[in-house]
């Protein structure tokens, strides 16, 4: 039943704080795992009001690894009552943005010297490959708080030269303050990467949080929790509280002391999350919402790079990658050469155990997106596409789906239109020397999350830069996110920007003051 209490000291203070929890003990990727499955709520950790659960699976054996406490709305009620208390009153209201800066650097340095544990988590979990899963969903998360912690002394505000009341002066300054309560609602793609893509920018700008990771990949929400309190972040700061969207995930959005929700998901329940916080407290929201990214390959380009980056672009992270790009656009001449190339090499792609270090793809997520994928595939060869490789269940334990290959997809084909959020490549043709007539398709959808172009063509390449409506625009590369680098969609892909310094203002108010002298 309980396994032994985990004792955490406070690192580098005087004060000794001991943090109590029932952990979760495993071996596994030649490592003890050791992590908590209960709420956290005012720097503990509890259980849910009246003990309930839910399982979390490891995609790829379908075993149960845990149990984890799911939190009812009066539990994620004590949650905002703690943030806010931590807002107004605490430690973190009073301290220094430099302090507030020095506790996140401290808080990268543990989640640095506890990154294979938290990559292994991250690998059983949600299915991603070790080895991206070190570089990319822990790796890139370290950086994210290392950036925002370099912000937390440099927001500041402007001086405003406005007309003067005569014979007085006037003096006008703008001061940039923390919202408040922030809600955020992350998915479960990347489960920690995108809890600190948010996080980060929302604590640095001096907010505090009440956080409801995916329910189906809750554990490195959890274990950071841990790294939280253990590198000194009050109370009350930081409050993760696991759950479904509809109860859970809806009790944040819909709380009238939460000041702010920050989403990623899908463009379907962002609808109903602005819904909700419009009309529960008119709450700031950003949405970072689906996407089906067009990838224009034209004639002129590096035909292997346009190859090996053309099935990055899809296939990275099993194709559970927002920006994926659901689109490829080829030109005509290159078409035929194209598809039987990509359709070659996909075949070389290991597939396997995500623990095993040359494995490259590894298994669906959860039970129910395999069975989406399952169903896209269908669409697609009823639509008539061609189905050149893959689309199938593998016959193995785990959620394996194997990396698809569409051509001759037309534009009003379903497999064209929606979201797979998997390893499925649609393939279309685009007459030679076509330029008008691609970008016209390539922006024909309600989406305008991201976009790729290949070419050697400069000026090409910039007017597709110009015509493109998407947030982010990849030329000759694709998948080169940075945390520098402002990512956020168009059109029915939200609004609002992860990321760089324009993040900051998501969870900044602007306030103006004005002094007569
Ligand atoms: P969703 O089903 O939209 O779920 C996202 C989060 O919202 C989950 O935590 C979910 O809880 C919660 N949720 C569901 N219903 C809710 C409600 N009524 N009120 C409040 N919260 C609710 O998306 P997903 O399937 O996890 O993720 C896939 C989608 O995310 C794709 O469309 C993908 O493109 C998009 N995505 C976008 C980006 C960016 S940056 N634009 C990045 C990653 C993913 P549960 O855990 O209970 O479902």
Redesign the pocket.
């Known amino acids: 039943e309980f396994c032994s209490a985990v004792v955490l000291k406070h690192r580098g203070a005087n004060e000794v704080k001991q943090i109590v929890y029932r952990p979760i003990e495993l071996e596994v990727n030649k490592r003890h795992l050791k992590f908590p499955c209960q709420l956290f709520i005012d720097g503990e950790f509890v259980d849910a009001e009246g003990g309930k659960s839910i399982p979390t699976v490891n995609p790829a054996n379908e075993e149960v690894i845990c149990q984890v406490q799911f939190g009812s709305k009066n539990d994620v009620n004590k949650a905002v009552a703690a943030a806010k208390r931590a807002f107004e009153d605490g430690e973190w209201s009073k301290i220094s943005a430099r302090e507030r800066g020095n506790l996140l650097y401290r808080l990268a340095d543990l989640m640095q010297e506890h990154k294979e544990e938290l990559a292994t988590l991250e690998s059983i979990d949600s299915g991603a490959v070790y080895t991206l899963a070190l570089k990319t969903h822990v790796g890139m998360s370290i950086e994210t708080w290392r950036y925002y912690a370099g912000w937390c002394d440099k927001i500041q505000g402007t001086t405003v030269p406005i007309s003067d009341a005569r014979p007085n002066k006037n003096l006008t300054i703008t001061k940039k303050e923390p919202i408040g309560v922030c809600g955020l609602?992350?998915?479960?793609?990347y489960p920690l990467m995108?809890l600190s893509w948010k996080m980060a920018a929302c604590l640095a700008a001096g907010n505090t949080v009440v956080i409801?990771?995916?329910?189906?990949s809750p554990l490195t929400a959890l274990k950071f929790a841990e790294l939280a309190a253990l590198a000194g972040i009050p109370p009350g700061v930081i409050n993760v509280v696991p759950g479904?969207?509809?109860l859970t995930?809806?009790a944040i959005?819909n709380h009238p002391d939460v000041r702010k929700l920050g989403f990623?998901?899908?463009?379907?329940?962002g609808k109903?999350?602005m819904n909700s916080c419009a009309t529960s407290n008119l709450k700031k929201v950003s949405l970072?919402?689906?996407?089906k990214s067009p990838l224009v390959i034209f004639s002129d380009c590096d035909f292997d790079k346009a190859v090996r980056l053309g099935m990055q672009s899809v296939f990275f992270n099993k194709g559970e990658n927002?920006i994926a790009a659901g689109r490829i656009f080829v030109e005509a001449s290159i078409y035929d050469k194209y598809v039987k190339r990509v359709v070659k090499e996909t075949k070389k792609m290991k597939i396997g155990d995500p623990l095993d270090r040359s494995v490259s793809h590894g298994p669906q997520n959860h039970l129910a997106h395999l069975q989406k994928l399952l169903e896209f595939v269908q669409k697609g060869v009823e639509d008539g596409a061609k189905l050149e490789l893959g689309g199938r269940r593998m016959q193995r334990p785990g959620y394996f789906f194997e990396p698809t290959v569409f051509s001759n997809v037309e534009d009003h084909m379903y497999i064209a239109i929606e979201?797979s959020?998997g390893p499925i490549m649609c393939i279309s043709k685009f007459q030679n020397g076509d330029f008008d007539g691609v970008i016209k398709r390539a922006n024909a959808s309600e989406y305008g999350?991201a976009s790729g172009v290949f070419t050697k063509d400069l000026s090409k390449a910039m007017r597709f830069a110009e015509k493109i409506e998407a947030g982010t625009v990849f030329v000759n590369t694709y998948n080169k996110t940075d945390v520098a680098a402002p990512?956020g969609?168009f059109k029915q892909?939200?609004f609002g920007k992860?990321l760089g310094q324009e993040a900051l203002n998501e969870y900044l108010k602007t306030k103006c003051v004005t002094i007569e002298y």
């Open positions: 609602i992350t998915p479960w793609n995108m409801k990771p995916a329910q189906v479904t969207g509809s995930g809806n959005s990623t998901g899908s463009t379907e329940i109903v999350i970072e919402l689906g996407g927002c979201e959020f999350l990512f969609g892909s939200g992860d």
